[in-house]
């Protein structure tokens, strides 16, 4: 028996996935909730580990993204599929680098779901190496094609910065973003001491804040 747990905000979609797998004689719900701090909460009192969790990336609260690893710190080696309906390489890059094993795009058919549960019971892996590449090259090409322009134009900040900018903004950090453009650490580091010095801040939070319109 291969047993489940959901974390999804959407009512509809979570009790469309618990109807379903109540369904399937070789898998079992462990729990079913909408939050992070919810599962928190109920960890404990639930007793069993999960082997595979189904989470989403836009939860309200703690995100999904930030989730991966508090889940993993909990559940060692449990498997984490994450739900997304953000067609965005670079979320899907940071998600498998925080430690998920795959991810489905809403809107998706049970069937899949379904598909990429039985390869990670059976002990496969649903992200092949060629996938990760691909996912880095998306992520590349995004860069170069849409980079950000207008919401950096006024901080004048160069092409690559944009690039670092963006990276920097969607969570990755300096070794994955090192990764992504194929540039070293240092490098990557004197960017992100150039931005900081172009937007007036000295903190990623500061950067954050400042490039989202809340300072």
């Known amino acids: 028996m291969y047993l489940i747990g959901i974390i999804e ?30 599962w928190i909460s109920i960890r404990q009192d639930a007793g069993i580990v999960p082997d595979c969790i189904l989470l989403d990336i836009g939860l309200p609260g703690i995100s999904g993204l930030d989730a991966i690893s508090i889940i993993s710190s909990y559940y060692p080696g449990v498997k984490i599929l994450v739900i997304t309906g953000m067609e965005d390489p670079l979320v899907a890059w940071q998600a498998m680098m925080n430690g998920a094993n795959g991810f489905l795009l809403k809107p998706f058919r049970l069937a899949e779901m379904q598909k990429q549960l039985e390869v990670l019971q059976s002990g496969g892996t649903v992200l092949e190496p060629e996938t990760m590449t691909g996912l880095i090259n998306t992520a590349r ?3 170069n ?13 160069t092409q690559r910065e944009i690039q670092v900018a963006e990276l920097l903004l969607a969570g990755s950090s300096y070794k994955e973003i ?15 001491k150039n931005i900081y010095k172009k937007v007036k801040v000295n903190s990623k939070m500061a950067f954050i804040n400042r490039v989202s319109g809340k300072n």
């Open 9 to 38: 905000d959407d009512v509809q979609l979570r009790k469309t996935m618990e109807n379903y797998i109540s369904l399937q004689q070789d898998l079992s719900l462990v729990f079913s909730c909408n939050r992070i701090e919810k």
């Open 145 to 157: 094609t849409n980079g950000g322009v207008e919401r950096f134009q006024e901080f004048g900040l």
């Open 141 to 143: 090409n995004r860069l």
């Open 178 to 192: 090192s990764t992504i453009l194929n540039v070293s650490y240092t490098t990557v580091n004197e960017h992100i």
